[in-house]
């Protein structure tokens, strides 16, 4: 008996799906709940374990392509008794079906059968459905991460041209940028060139939220410029603590408390408008989003509870998160339930800027460099350090004089970081 694998809805109201590479081919055998395909959502990429054991008789969707929700992807004959024999001939390693990159450790390949008078290498991938039997070395495909995939995809770069040296034999991006150095010519003659790229995936959301966000909430955005030099000096010397020793503490573990702080006494920044029902809904909880630039594209996955979090605690959750982000690995719900964001374009060396909000949110902080310059301090000019902090918000939700009071209340606790210890 056969039976069809639809592409499941993966949660958040996403209704389509990249289907970015095949982990199994026609003929191979594969067992209950063994990744067999790793897709790319708006919201993060997902390796879809199968429903069913047996042999694959069919591969309906081609690598690259956007599938819809309910769509036939891949038939499987039932092979149960088959698949148990397989399992007793040789040792395997249990496939651990979740969220996350691919190609990391060993392949997820089913068994495939060779033909007799060839012995098929049993790690090697394939085209979707060849129309002849190709060679092992036409099999053959290079293992990479979708993130990795996905920027050599914008490069226009063959995976299989590349020389891998990720610690399994994958491909890295820093693989793809030695490999783009040694092709780029050394003297080229100017010419106009235009590269297209498909708008889908996290671009794809990102640019229908952003749209969504800018012509449905009116957006004001105020600035405040502040000497937190104090701030500075209060993080060297945590740093130097035993507490810690071990962790990474940044300005933005404090702008973000102190973010969180200031919320106490201004609840209505963290709070959304619900159209439908005509109300405004006032969260009593904080999932604190920060912006994160990724190698698909701008993310925002946010620390669930935030407001009860410590210092410690808080940096330790934005340090898991950015490095989560940057590997790719964020889940659906990493990104679901925010409430209220900061985006930190001081790592650019930008100043400031003008955030758009994020969908459902009512404010949105920008924080940007802080700089050594000089400023008026005790009655006299000195070299502080200095940054600009600038704050969006939604004027449906948040009256101007409510935006200042907040933008200001967060400027006095790093101004002067010991308000932590009197508001906290």
Request: glycine fraction near 8%; charged fraction near 20%.
């Amino acid at each position: 008996m056969t039976k069809s694998f639809l592409l499941p809805d993966l949660g958040e109201g996403l209704t389509e799906a990249e289907l970015v590479t095949w982990l199994v081919e026609v003929g191979d055998t594969i067992e209950l709940n063994q990744v067999i395909a790793e897709v790319e959502t708006a919201k993060a990429s997902v390796e879809l374990p199968s429903p069913y054991a047996g042999t694959v008789t069919a591969l309906h969707a081609q690598e690259g392509t956007t599938v819809q929700v309910g769509t036939a992807i891949i038939d499987i004959a039932d092979g149960s008794a088959a698949v148990e024999e397989a399992a007793k001939k040789e040792e395997r390693v249990p496939v651990l079906v979740g969220y996350g990159v691919a190609g990391e450790g060993q392949s997820k390949r089913g068994h495939r059968k060779a033909p007799a008078d060839t012995a098929a290498p049993a790690d090697t991938a394939a085209a979707p459905i060849p129309a002849a039997a190709p060679t092992p070395a036409e099999t053959a495909k290079p293992l990479a991460s979708p993130p990795v995939r996905f920027v050599a995809r914008q490069e226009g770069i063959d995976l299989a041209e590349v020389p891998a040296t990720g610690a399994h034999g994958e491909v890295t991006r820093t693989d793809i940028e030695a490999y783009r150095t040694r092709q780029e010519p050394v003297a080229a003659t100017p010419t106009k060139q235009e590269t297209r790229t498909p708008i889908k995936g996290v671009r794809k959301h990102t640019a229908a939220a952003m749209v969504s966000s800018a012509f449905t909430a009116p957006h004001v955005t105020e600035f405040l410029t502040v000497d937190v030099t104090p701030t500075v000096e209060v993080l060297d010397k945590l740093r130097g603590t035993a507490h810690f020793r071990d962790i990474r503490l940044t300005p933005l573990a404090l702008v973000a408390k102190a973010l969180l702080v200031a919320l106490r006494s201004n609840p209505s920044l963290n709070s959304a408008w619900d159209e439908a029902n005509q109300e405004i809904v006032t969260k009593g909880y904080v999932n604190l989003g920060i912006a994160a630039a990724t190698p698909r594209g701008l993310m925002v996955p946010n620390i669930k509870d935030a407001h009860t979090l410590g210092l410690k605690d808080l940096a330790q959750a934005l340090n898991g998160l950015t490095a989560t982000a940057k590997e790719g690995k964020t889940g659906p719900s990493d990104l679901a339930d925010g409430t209220i964001t900061i985006t930190n374009v001081g790592v650019f060396g930008v100043d400031s800027g003008t955030p758009i909000l994020n969908p459902g949110e009512a404010a949105i902080l920008c924080f940007g460099a802080i700089r050594r310059q000089p400023w008026e301090f005790d009655g006299e000019i000195a070299l502080r350090s200095v940054t600009t902090l600038s704050l969006s918000f939604d004027h449906r939700l948040v009256d101007g004089a409510q935006g200042s009071r907040f933008l200001a209340d967060i400027g006095s606790i790093l101004a002067d970081p010991l308000n932590l210890v009197a508001l906290a």
